[in-house]
């Protein structure tokens, strides 16, 4: 079964799967995150539009996904908010024109897009040069202990979800071609990081 069938599947469900971490964890690193963004921004991955609250009134948000299941949540979000546009799009293949965009967000998305390298290089070419790729992620952990836990749940998130828990997302971050100005440590020692990077 595809990531995005996988995702159609649960989208009705998908927000009691993890609502420990969003309430313990998640909802105040994304209000940290976006909400004093500016411009016109561009989130991949949108989901079920967990992160649309966060972003200011005068924000341009455009929320791309691949799963229609997801995105219909998205849209029960997002209704009412002019400054919101949603739309089904691959993150392999943006259908932006290049500097697009002064921000690009991705929050727990890289470890479920098939190539995550080339979601990002996408995403770096619709970044102006001046623009920011913010990313809220779980990644390979670099103490062992941490890192055989992630091996041994691996294959079950990924039956379950199409979720990779040991991608090493800041170095395919840099591998796209962007520069990292930061990797905070969020929690559970170095899994769940902050990430800002520039193109």
Not at 44 to 56: A, C, D, Q
Not at 83 to 91: F, G, H, K, S, V
Request: proline residues 6%; charged residues 30%.
């Amino acid at each position: 079964m595809s990531v995005v069938s996988k995702y159609n599947r649960i989208a009705p469900i998908y927000e009691l799967i993890d609502l420990p971490l969003e309430l313990f964890f998640f909802r105040e690193w994304r209000k940290e995150a976006l909400s004093d963004l500016s411009g016109k921004v561009l989130e991949v991955g949108v989901g079920t539009g967990r992160n649309l609250k966060y972003y200011p009134a005068d924000c341009r948000v455009i929320g791309i996904d691949k799963s229609e299941g997801m995105l219909q949540k998205a849209r029960e979000k997002a209704e009412g908010r002019k400054n919101i546009t949603l739309y089904p799009m691959d993150a392999e293949h943006l259908e932006f024109p290049d500097n697009s965009f002064d921000y690009v967000v991705i929050t727990f998305v890289l470890c479920t897009i098939p190539d995550p390298v080339k979601a990002l290089r996408e995403m770096r070419r619709v970044l102006k040069p001046s623009g920011e790729l913010i990313a809220l992620e779980h990644v390979h952990s670099d103490y062992p202990f941490i890192d055989l836990i992630e091996h041994l749940i691996n294959p079950i998130l990924f039956l379950l979800l199409g979720d990779h828990t040991t991608r090493h997302t800041v170095n395919n971050i840099e591998k796209a071609g962007f520069t990292i100005k930061e990797a905070k440590k969020l929690a559970f020692r170095d899994v769940f990081r902050k990430i800002r990077a520039r193109p």
